[in-house]
C-alpha cells in the first residue's frame, strides 16, 4: 500500500498543498520554501495515529474527535505543539484547523483534522478510523 496523494492545509507556513506522490520524489525548493515542512506533515500525521494507538484514544465510534496530550505525542515537529497552526498559532475554531489528507493506490483515504483543544490538549479528528487504525498498526507501520 503507498500513498498516492497528500493535502496539507494551514500546518506550519503551509497554506494549502497538494500534490501527486509515486515511486521517488524530489522536494526541490529554496531555503524556507517548505520542503521540510511537508516532511514534517506527514511524519507528524502517521506518528500521531501511531500516537492515538498507543495511548489508547482513537474517537469512539459515536464520537467523531478525541483530544491527547503533547505529552502523549511521540513527535512534534516543533517545542510548542500549538504553534503548529498556520501562522504560528493553534486553533479551537474548525475552520482554522489543520487538515492532513492522504490518499492511497487502493484508493482508501484517511483525513485528519487537528485544532487546539481544552486544558492544553490536542483536538483530533480523523476520518477512516479503521483503515487509520490498520496504517498506524504498531506490528506492521
Same mark, same amino acid.
Given at each position: ?60 465510534? *459515536? !464520537?467523531?474527535?478525541?483530544? +491527547? ?6 513527535? @512534534?515537529?516543533? %517545542? ?27 484508493? *482508501? !483515504?484517511?483525513?485528519?483534522? +487537528? ?6 490538549? @490536542?483536538?483530533? %479528528? ?16
Amino acid at each position: 500500500m503507498k500513498i498516492k496523494n497528500i493535502k496539507i492545509q494551514r500546518f506550519k507556513r503551509l497554506e494549502a498543498v497538494d500534490f501527486d506522490v509515486d515511486g521517488v520524489n524530489i522536494l526541490v525548493g529554496g531555503n524556507n520554501s517548505g520542503k521540510s515542512t511537508i516532511i514534517q506533515a506527514v511524519h507528524f500525521a502517521f506518528t500521531l495515529f501511531t500516537s492515538l494507538t498507543i495511548a489508547n484514544k482513537w474517537p469512539a465510534k *459515536e !464520537k467523531k474527535s478525541t483530544t +491527547i496530550s503533547p505529552t502523549e505525542l511521540i513527535y @512534534i515537529p516543533s %517545542e510548542d505543539p500549538y504553534s503548529l497552526g498556520f501562522g504560528g498559532r493553534l486553533f479551537e475554531d474548525e475552520d482554522k484547523a489543520i487538515v492532513l489528507e492522504f490518499t492511497f493506490n487502493n484508493g *482508501e !483515504k484517511i483525513g485528519l483534522s +487537528i485544532r487546539k483543544g481544552r486544558i492544553n490538549n @490536542i483536538l483530533v %479528528e480523523p476520518d477512516n478510523i479503521e483503515f487509520a487504525k490498520e496504517v498506524s498498526s504498531l506490528d506492521a507501520p
